[in-house]
């Protein structure tokens, strides 16, 4: 493939949609529809390499028995999902400051240990350009209600049994199937 271009066709709030243009190895111009954070591309450059937007937050109770999953009404599916709480870096914030920031926002759950960083990965590859990074680590306290009125969050800790039992039947976002899957046979 030949990168030939990119334009930026319509700005959100949170997410950019951009076209970029490119030629095939039989020499055919297609155009390939994509999303990102940044406001900004230009250049197939900037299309990699930058630093995460967001932050996965993989916990456990303080035993290691349970791990933590929201269960998120998701209007782009228009269904509940589960997943690992997750959110947007904000500006000039570390990884590790967003992981609590956003734990505690969706949960009231506070991230007191934090065990590994995960590096950089692509949220959605086939669409956008969107990155982030997981921290893996511990978590106690109550539950209470997200400190957002414009999401619905139900979080709950799950043990190995469950986990297995809910990936029969219920719908996950692939990076947290993924990992719960593997967890959940240790």
């Known amino acids: 493939m ?3 271009g990119i334009q930026k066709r319509e700005e959100g709030k949170f997410i950019t949609r951009y076209d970029i243009t490119y030629e095939t190895v039989d020499k055919q111009e297609k155009v390939y529809e994509m999303i990102s954070r940044d406001k900004k591309l230009e250049s197939f450059e900037e299309l990699h390499g930058k630093e995460a937007d967001a932050v996965v937050i993989i916990v456990t109770n303080e035993t290691g028995e349970r791990i933590l999953l929201n269960k998120e009404f998701r209007l782009a599916v228009g269904g509940w999902v589960y997943n690992f709480p997750a ?3 904000d500006p000039g914030e570390e990884p590790q400051q967003s992981a609590k ?3 505690w926002e969706e949960t009231g759950l ?3 240990q934090i065990d590994d ?3 950089t990965s692509y949220s959605a590859v086939g669409f956008s350009n969107e990155t982030n990074v997981c921290i893996v ?3 106690r306290g109550e539950f209470r209600p997200s400190t957002s009125t414009v999401e619905e969050i139900e979080p709950e800790w799950y043990t ?3 986990i ?3 990936l029969k039947t219920q719908k996950f976002a692939a990076r947290t199937q993924a990992y719960c899957y593997v967890w959940s046979r240790e």
Do not use: N, P
């Open 87 to 89: 959110g947007l870096i």
């Open 101 to 103: 920031r956003e734990l």
């Open 160 to 162: 190995k049994a469950e």
């Open 164 to 166: 297995r039992d809910l």
């Open 117 to 119: 960083f995960i590096s």
């Open 110 to 112: 506070e991230l007191y």
């Open 2 to 4: 030949e990168f030939k």
């Open 137 to 139: 680590g511990k978590a």
